[in-house]
């Protein structure tokens, strides 16, 4: 096995960071604190009955949900890689099960197949394949689409198809390819629970001085307030965790780490405003309902769809990814 394989399956260091540990300590403390919090606020008469049930049904399914993502983060870089896939092929199949595009065999066949391709991208630490996924995928569901010789409705389900790929196969795929670097696992980390707190926050706020609505046809109960309330608590909580995951790195300044914290602020945002747009589209509440009181995998992943390209790319402009290690680790042996 090559040094390339062998890192991809390597478990050393899941704990060494300082800040690593220190966002897991973090999540930790999170499921020790909410059912105290809950029990407390009832017993006071602050949460109602209803809201005290929906509650504890979220914080049932999170204490499934988080496992399932941070273990494999933690675990090793090919774990991290191919959970990023699953949950892509997941919000994929809720997608097309609302939107109808699962009808639509060979469209459906290619999504999937570039969404592995990214998946096998991100494992060979190949980024110009990884790059070049987009027209390719583009092209290849342009010209799939031709081959059933039924021209009505020919753009709609290209376009929804293309929408499919860019959002869960790219969108996504970025996130997977952040585990070829090596320090990976407290950016991806950070990532993730920046933008669920960036959710937590908009609703505090929102339930606590939000009045004016911004987009009442988009989505009824955000409030400029929750957004404002939003930016401001995780951009602060993106910029001084982030001094500890970036430290000593160029990355490792104020004005940096603000920004880094309003992208995922402000994209975490606009990933929920379009779920909501396709929703309210489509005249559904929640793309499923596989996770009790959440909806399905893409309600829960969706804030996530524009934060991961673009802090990919904000990152890799000063850090890079995956640029100590050898590229294309599996395709080189193979055709070497």
Same mark, same amino acid.
């Given at each position: 096995?090559?040094?390339?394989?062998?890192?991809?399956? =390597?478990?050393?260091?899941?704990?060494?960071?300082?800040?690593?540990?220190?966002?897991?300590?973090?999540?930790?403390?999170?499921?020790?604190?909410?059912?105290?919090?809950?029990?407390?606020?009832?017993?006071?008469?602050?949460?109602?009955?209803?809201?005290? *049930?929906?509650?504890?049904?979220?914080? %049932?399914?999170?204490?499934?949900?988080?496992?399932?993502?941070?273990?494999?983060?933690?675990?090793?870089?090919?774990?991290?890689?191919?959970?990023?896939?699953?949950?892509?092929?997941?919000?994929?199949?809720?997608?097309?099960?609302?939107?109808?595009?699962?009808?639509?065999?060979?469209?459906?066949?290619?999504?999937?197949?570039?969404?592995?391709?990214?998946?096998?991208?991100?494992?060979?630490?190949?980024?110009?394949?990884?790059?070049?996924? #987009?027209?390719?995928?583009?092209?290849?569901?342009?010209?799939?689409?031709?081959?059933?010789?039924?021209?009505?409705?020919?753009?709609?389900?290209?376009?929804?198809?293309?929408?499919?790929?860019?959002? +869960?196969?790219?969108?996504?795929?970025?996130?997977?390819?952040?585990?070829?670097?090596?320090?990976?696992? $407290?950016?991806?980390?950070?990532?993730?629970?920046?933008?669920?707190?960036?959710?937590?926050?908009?609703?505090?706020?929102?339930?606590?001085?939000? *009045?004016?609505?911004?987009?009442?046809?988009?989505?009824?109960?955000?409030?400029?307030?929750?957004?404002?309330?939003?930016?401001?608590?995780?951009?602060?909580?993106? !910029?001084?965790?982030?001094?500890?995951?970036?430290?000593?790195? %160029?990355?490792? #300044?104020?004005?940096?780490?603000?920004?880094?914290?309003?992208?995922?602020?402000?994209?975490?945002?606009?990933?929920?405003?379009?779920?909501?747009?396709?929703? %309210?589209?489509?005249?559904?509440?929640?793309? !499923?309902?596989?996770?009790?009181?959440?909806?399905?995998?893409?309600? %829960?992943?969706?804030?996530?769809?524009?934060?991961? $390209? !673009?802090?990919?790319?904000?990152?890799?402009? +000063?850090?890079?990814?995956?640029? =100590?290690?050898?590229?294309?680790?599996?395709?080189?042996?193979?055709?070497?």
């Amino acid at each position: 096995m090559n040094e390339g394989l062998r890192y991809l399956f =390597s478990r050393a260091g899941a704990f060494e960071q300082p800040a690593t540990r220190f966002i897991v300590g973090l999540i930790i403390v999170a499921f020790v604190a909410a059912p105290v919090a809950t029990v407390v606020l009832s017993r006071f008469k602050v949460l109602g009955e209803n809201t005290r *049930r929906d509650v504890w049904i979220r914080y %049932r399914t999170w204490l499934f949900i988080t496992p399932a993502v941070v273990v494999p983060i933690l675990w090793c870089p090919a774990a991290a890689m191919v959970m990023v896939t699953a949950a892509s092929i997941l919000c994929y199949r809720e997608y097309a099960r609302a939107t109808g595009l699962f009808r639509h065999h060979s469209l459906s066949a290619i999504v999937v197949l570039g969404i592995v391709g990214v998946g096998l991208t991100c494992l060979d630490n190949w980024y110009g394949m990884f790059a070049a996924m #987009t027209p390719l995928t583009i092209v290849s569901l342009a010209a799939g689409a031709v081959l059933v010789d039924s021209p009505k409705g020919y753009v709609q389900r290209v376009a929804l198809a293309c929408v499919a790929f860019l959002l +869960f196969g790219m969108g996504l795929g970025h996130l997977g390819y952040m585990a070829n670097e090596p320090d990976y696992r $407290p950016i991806m980390l950070l990532i993730l629970v920046a933008v669920q707190l960036n959710d937590i926050f908009a609703y505090i706020c929102g339930k606590s001085f939000g *009045r004016r609505k911004v987009f009442p046809n988009t989505s009824p109960n955000k409030t400029l307030g929750g957004h404002l309330g939003a930016i401001i608590l995780t951009t602060t909580f993106t !910029a001084v965790v982030g001094h500890f995951v970036f430290v000593g790195k %160029r990355l490792d #300044t104020p004005l940096l780490l603000l920004a880094l914290g309003l992208i995922i602020s402000i994209g975490g945002q606009m990933g929920d405003l379009v779920l909501s747009s396709i929703k %309210r589209d489509l005249g559904i509440k929640d793309m !499923a309902t596989t996770l009790p009181g959440h909806g399905g995998f893409l309600d %829960r992943f969706n804030s996530v769809l524009l934060v991961a $390209p !673009a802090t990919f790319h904000f990152i890799g402009y +000063f850090l890079g990814f995956g640029l =100590s290690r050898p590229a294309r680790v599996i395709t080189a042996s193979l055709f070497q």
